[in-house]
């Protein structure tokens, strides 16, 4: 494989090993004719530059070409899917190879504070819903007041080696147990080699957040194991393994991951499509 001419690597930027992987996931390069195409790793660079920093997208480096650019290509990937296809891709390649745990998934959620920046989206009003305005907005963008302040909440379901499988975003003040048959139904990954696409682990182990009897009788429904350890006020405790409950970290490591990244840390973004990709490409980065 040929790799474009060799710069000084700087910290952040994709070695040549994840481009290497990376590369033939993306769309062909634009021919070199006419008016001058960015490639596509220059590009990248300058989106990690942003996702690791937090800063705006006008204060990116000229080294990383012009920051419209580099921006008009995000998006335009993002409207086009790229970022989740790719993820996915990354998925079923250590699925096949093996590397991915079944076994065993984990699930958790964090609030996220959102900088005043991410305010004022574009209002797309429903006349016909119940909701107000400003809560129809909340709702749609995943923002919302919560003990925390304006924030936004990420649930995330990780495998059993703590990288990422599967996110989704609500308001800050939304509980996790709400989202927790949709953050489970979503994630589905078609096996490269054939059969049936795979989606449910084998067991799933959460905290006392998740602790009622309809997620109970929703995993044993679907034919999962589960370790969630009951509420204090709870009847019935029954047995509980400890030894698996302890590696319920590895999905709190994952969010300490993502959170390495400042875009992450803090959301900016006003619209909650363009933060999910934001996480995906965080997520990506973690894949290779």
């Known amino acids: 494989m040929v790799l474009p001419p060799e710069s000084p690597q700087r910290r952040g930027d994709l070695t040549n090993r994840q481009w290497q992987r990376l590369q033939p996931l993306l769309p062909p390069q634009k021919p070199r004719v006419g008016r001058p195409n ?11 530059w942003v996702l690791r920093t937090g800063a705006p997208w006008r204060d990116l480096p000229g080294r990383y070409g012009a920051w419209a650019t580099v921006s008009g290509r995000f998006y335009r990937w993002q409207r086009n899917g790229l970022w989740q296809q ?50 129809q907005a909340q709702q749609r963008e995943a923002l919302g007041y919560c003990k925390g302040g304006f924030s936004t909440k ?26 927790f048959e949709q953050l489970m139904e ?20 959460a905290d006392k957040g ?18 969630i350890p009951r509420k204090d006020n709870e009847k019935h405790r029954g047995k509980f393994d400890k030894s698996l409950y302890r590696q319920r970290n590895r999905v709190e490591r994952c969010f300490n991951r993502l959170k390495q990244f400042r875009r992450i840390a803090t959301r ?11 996480l995906t490409i965080a997520s990506i980065l973690l894949w290779l």
Not at 97 to 121: M, P, T, Y
Not at 157 to 174: H, K, Y
Request: glycine share 8%; hydrophobic share 35%; charged share 25%.
């Open 154 to 179: 990420i649930h995330l379901r990780c495998e059993g080696n703590g990288l990422p499988m599967t996110f989704l975003l609500t308001v800050g003040e939304r509980h996790e147990a709400v989202v």
């Open 38 to 48: 960015l490639d596509h790793r220059t590009t990248i660079n300058g989106i990690l």
């Open 268 to 278: 900016y973004e006003k619209k909650a499509q363009n933060y999910l990709a934001m």
């Open 86 to 135: 790719i993820l996915q891709t990354l998925q079923q390649q250590a699925d096949r190879e093996g590397k991915l745990n079944w076994q065993l998934h984990h699930v958790d959620g964090s609030v996220i504070r959102a900088h005043q920046h991410a305010a004022g989206a574009k209002r797309d009003l429903d006349p016909s819903s119940s909701l107000s305005p400003v809560e």
């Open 186 to 205: 979503q994630g589905q990954l078609k096996r490269q080699w054939g059969g049936r696409p795979r989606l449910r682990p084998v067991r799933v182990v």
């Open 210 to 227: 998740y602790s009622s009897g309809k997620i109970r009788r929703y995993l044993r429904r679907r034919g999962i194991c589960y370790t």
